[in-house]
């Protein structure tokens, strides 16, 4: 029973995907398709139209196996395999540099941020 | 066709099956499933000698999951809504300037090493999730297929160096750790995000969801400066 609930709700968030790639085409987003249903579904389970109960079961197993979902796309390595070679491997340490930067400023500065709106919260309730 | 398509699904099934756990069993970065797996069916391909096409044919089942997969992130988003109302400032401005942070040192030191224009756009959508950087890579003019390639390098030094990443700078909140794992590696980085809970989940595919949006509108901003700094 659970299993047909699983693929039930799977299938629904399915759905969403596809709503999501028919808006971006009708209105020439620059946003991809699966993002675009994701807002939505979140909006919908905000005002309470699509119950959490519909997408609960389904998107935790979904979750669960996200990893899963990855291995076809990035498998297409074995088309650029040059990348592991010569001067290939220099563009893999920027790419690593790069990347350790935005992790470490993204979550630094998100981190001040969070700091610093909790004091300010604080001051305005000393205030009133 | 349809028997090779099924086979090619079941086979990766499994081996995911395994190297998860394997994974479960000892726990270390280096065997996360993504990468173990992904490594597995390369080899099995090359040394077959069987044509990416070829293997797509039940590949592409799998890869059509990525947009449910992706729409079923507003799930924890929706769980953790309290946590991120109060935290909007901090998740938008992490977000974006770790953006463009990852953004410009990217071209910068692609440029530095001398590398041509093509490598260079391809470069620069490498933190946001695979669907939406192919789209802005080649409408910039890049090549589609080295950006998913350096989406998923992107995407594992966020999955396999994050907890180290993390000690080595000390990151220790969880709004930190999901804005930064989500913002630098987009879903690979929220896959591993669900190990440091809830919280820190939520705010990585948030994270990833305000990249990819912030992303594909400040792209060609980024590229045009730089192309009119340089010449």
Same mark, same amino acid.
């Not at chain 2, 028997?3 to 395994?18: E, F, H, K, P």
């Not at chain 2, 809504?81 to 992490?94: D, F, M, Q």
């Given at each position: 029973?659970?299993?047909?609930?699983?693929?039930?709700?799977?299938?629904?968030?399915?759905? *969403?995907?596809?709503?999501?790639?028919?808006?971006?085409?009708?209105?020439?987003?620059?946003?991809?398709?699966?993002?675009?249903?994701?807002?939505?579904? *979140?909006?919908?389970?905000?005002?309470?139209?699509?119950?959490?109960?519909? $997408?609960?079961?389904?998107?935790?197993?979904?979750?669960?196996?996200?990893?899963? *979902?990855?291995?076809?796309?990035?498998?297409?390595?074995?088309?650029?395999?040059? $990348? *592991?070679?010569?001067?290939?491997?220099?563009? $893999?340490?920027?790419?690593?540099?790069?990347?350790?930067?935005?992790?470490?400023?993204?979550?630094?500065?998100?981190?001040?941020?969070?700091?610093?709106?909790?004091?300010?919260?604080?001051?305005?309730?000393?205030?009133? | 066709?349809?028997?090779?398509?099924?086979?090619?699904?079941?086979?990766?099934?499994?081996?995911?099956?395994?190297?998860?756990?394997?994974?479960?069993?000892?726990?270390?970065?280096?065997?996360?499933?993504?990468?173990?797996?992904?490594?597995?069916?390369?080899?099995?391909?090359?040394?077959?000698?069987?044509?990416?096409? =070829?293997?797509?044919?039940?590949?592409?089942?799998?890869?059509?999951?990525?947009?449910?997969?992706?729409?079923?992130?507003?799930?924890?988003?929706?769980?953790?809504?309290?946590?991120?109302?109060?935290?909007?400032?901090?998740?938008?401005?992490? %977000?974006?300037?770790?953006?463009?942070?990852?953004?410009?040192?990217?071209?910068?030191?692609?440029?530095?090493?001398?590398?041509?224009?093509?490598?260079?756009?391809?470069?620069?959508?490498?933190?946001? =999730?695979?669907?939406?950087?192919?789209?802005?890579?080649?409408?910039?003019?890049?090549?589609?297929?080295?950006?998913?390639?350096?989406?998923?390098?992107?995407?594992?030094?966020?999955?396999?160096?994050?907890?180290?990443?993390?000690?080595?700078?000390?990151?220790?909140?969880?709004?930190?750790?999901?804005?930064?794992?989500? =913002?630098?590696?987009?879903?690979?980085?929220?896959?591993?995000?669900?190990?440091?809970?809830?919280?820190?989940?939520?705010?990585?595919?948030?994270?990833? %969801?305000?990249?990819?949006?912030?992303?594909?509108?400040?792209?060609?901003?980024?590229?045009?400066?730089?192309?009119?700094?340089?010449?």
């Amino acid at each position: 029973m659970r299993i047909l609930r699983i693929i039930a709700q799977v299938l629904f968030l399915y759905l *969403f995907s596809l709503l999501g790639e028919y808006l971006q085409q009708l209105l020439h987003l620059p946003i991809p398709g699966s993002i675009v249903g994701l807002l939505l579904l *979140f909006v919908l389970l905000l005002c309470k139209i699509v119950p959490v109960k519909w $997408i609960e079961d389904g998107s935790t197993a979904v979750l669960a196996y996200l990893p899963l *979902f990855f291995i076809p796309a990035t498998a297409g390595i074995v088309n650029h395999m040059d $990348i *592991f070679s010569g001067r290939g491997l220099l563009l $893999i340490g920027i790419l690593i540099v790069s990347s350790v930067l935005t992790m470490v400023v993204a979550a630094h500065f998100s981190h001040w941020l969070a700091l610093l709106s909790k004091k300010s919260k604080r001051e305005k309730g000393n205030e009133s | 066709m349809f028997v090779i398509a099924a086979g090619i699904v079941l086979l990766n099934v499994a081996i995911y099956l395994v190297m998860s756990s394997i994974y479960k069993r000892f726990h270390i970065p280096v065997l996360l499933p993504a990468l173990t797996a992904t490594f597995a069916v390369v080899v099995l391909l090359l040394y077959f000698e069987i044509p990416y096409d =070829t293997y797509m044919i039940g590949g592409q089942w799998i890869n059509k999951l990525l947009g449910p997969a992706v729409v079923s992130l507003a799930y924890p988003l929706y769980k953790q809504r309290h946590v991120l109302r109060h935290n909007l400032p901090a998740i938008l401005g992490g %977000t974006i300037i770790g953006l463009l942070v990852g953004m410009f040192s990217g071209i910068l030191l692609a440029l530095a090493f001398g590398f041509s224009k093509l490598y260079v756009l391809s470069i620069l959508p490498k933190s946001i =999730t695979t669907p939406v950087a192919i789209q802005i890579s080649s409408n910039l003019g890049g090549e589609s297929s080295l950006t998913s390639v350096f989406v998923m390098i992107a995407g594992f030094t966020g999955a396999i160096g994050g907890p180290y990443i993390m000690r080595l700078f000390r990151i220790k909140s969880s709004v930190g750790i999901g804005i930064g794992l989500g =913002t630098a590696s987009h879903a690979l980085g929220t896959a591993k995000a669900l190990e440091y809970g809830e919280e820190s989940v939520s705010m990585s595919s948030v994270a990833m %969801t305000v990249c990819a949006i912030v992303g594909s509108c400040v792209g060609p901003f980024v590229a045009w400066i730089m192309y009119s700094l340089i010449g």
